[in-house]
């Protein structure tokens, strides 16, 4: 790949819909969660298609006090449980489930939730997030992947686990079990928001399907999204 190279993290596979096992776990440091203390705000998508803002406050003892989408309050609250390094899920008071994935420092988090929203967050950043341009993701990342079951629920995590390089074409493995890899392209981004999509096409495994992905404010952070 040529261009301009960055260390920045990606965190992909937010949403897997399949369990795959026979994996070696990392040790990783615990996150505490009032590591999360503070307003989290950033772009996602719910309902499937709509790109918005999100933002969530929470206090020192990881208890979500607030949601507003593109500034209009939610009515929700929740409370966040770190279940190992610094992975977190919640429960919300209308009864949705979800994760958190956020990188060491505790500023940047990949969203997901058991409504199929997900997006990027960022403590501390406000809006406007945008513009974005097709050249922001340009650049070679690295990061951790976690895995959904169909419920949700962190089925198993990698530390380290995947990297990306990618100038509009992504090529992306997952070291950790060397059972995944892909190539593809993005073909679509949203300005104002930060969301990138494309096709995947499997080089280990076979199969295609769509790969998203979302900046942070500050585009030192991506979350990405994979359906296997």
Same mark, same amino acid.
């Given at each position: ?86 992975? +977190?899920?919640?429960?919300? #008071?209308?009864? !949705?489930? /979800? @994760?958190?994935?956020?990188?060491? &420092?505790?500023?940047? $988090? ?85 969301? +990138?999509?494309?096709?995947? #096409?499997?080089? !280990?495994? /076979? @199969?295609?399907?769509?790969?998203? &992905?979302?900046?942070? $404010? ?11």
């Amino acid at each position: 790949m040529q261009g301009k190279c960055f260390t920045r993290t990606w965190l992909l596979g937010i949403l897997f819909a399949s369990f795959v096992g026979g994996c070696e776990l990392v040790e990783e440091d615990v996150l505490p969660v009032s590591s999360l203390a503070g307003t989290w705000f950033g772009a996602y998508q719910h309902s499937g298609v709509t790109n918005a803002t999100l933002a969530i406050d929470v206090n020192s003892s990881g208890a979500i006090t607030a949601m507003r989408r593109d500034g209009t309050s939610l009515g929700l609250t929740g409370t966040l449980i770190n279940v190992g390094g610094s992975r +977190f899920t919640f429960l919300l #008071s209308n009864g !949705t489930e /979800g @994760g958190l994935l956020a990188d060491a &420092a505790g500023t940047h $988090a990949g969203y997901v939730d058991d409504t199929g929203a997900f997006g990027a967050l960022q403590k501390g950043a406000s809006a406007p997030i945008g513009p974005f341009a097709m050249t922001d993701i340009v650049g070679s990342w690295s990061g951790n992947s976690v895995e959904f079951d169909n419920n949700n629920d962190f089925d198993i995590a990698f530390s380290g686990a995947s990297s990306a390089s990618v100038d509009n074409v992504f090529s992306v493995s997952i070291l950790d079990y060397n059972l995944y890899a892909y190539t593809g392209s993005f073909t679509t981004f949203d300005t104002n928001f930060g969301w +990138f999509q494309g096709m995947w #096409s499997g080089t !280990t495994l /076979g @199969g295609s399907g769509n790969m998203r &992905a979302y900046l942070s $404010a500050d585009k030192q952070f991506a979350a990405s999204w994979a359906c296997f």
